[in-house]
């Protein structure tokens, strides 16, 4: 599912205007982001939670030519699924 997807199938379920169920699809993803650019985690009970993991940095080498490489520090973020997710994709 994309985001697309996601806004047409807000739009029936919730018997929105495609214009409201997009605005609404925007502020979830871009309160999401806010959080996570801030540091917080993000939770969905049941579902999954979002977090930044921090790397310190490394030296790392450029497998074209061998070259050590300072590697900088870096803030990813991850995805974990939740125990309900698990469940219903393993069925």
Do not use: H, W
Not at 11 to 33: R, T
Not at 36 to 48: N, T
């Amino acid at each position: 599912m994309n985001k697309l997807e996601l806004i047409s199938a807000l739009k029936n379920e919730a018997n929105l205007s495609k214009a409201e169920a997009a605005k609404v699809v925007q502020i979830f993803f871009d309160n999401m982001a806010d959080a996570m650019a801030q540091g917080d985690r993000v939770e969905i009970r049941g579902l999954c939670s979002f977090f930044i993991k921090k790397y310190e940095s490394y030296i790392g080498r450029n497998p074209k030519t061998g070259e050590k490489v300072l590697i900088k520090p870096k803030k990813l973020p991850f995805f974990k699924s939740g125990k309900e997710l698990r469940d219903r994709v393993d069925q």
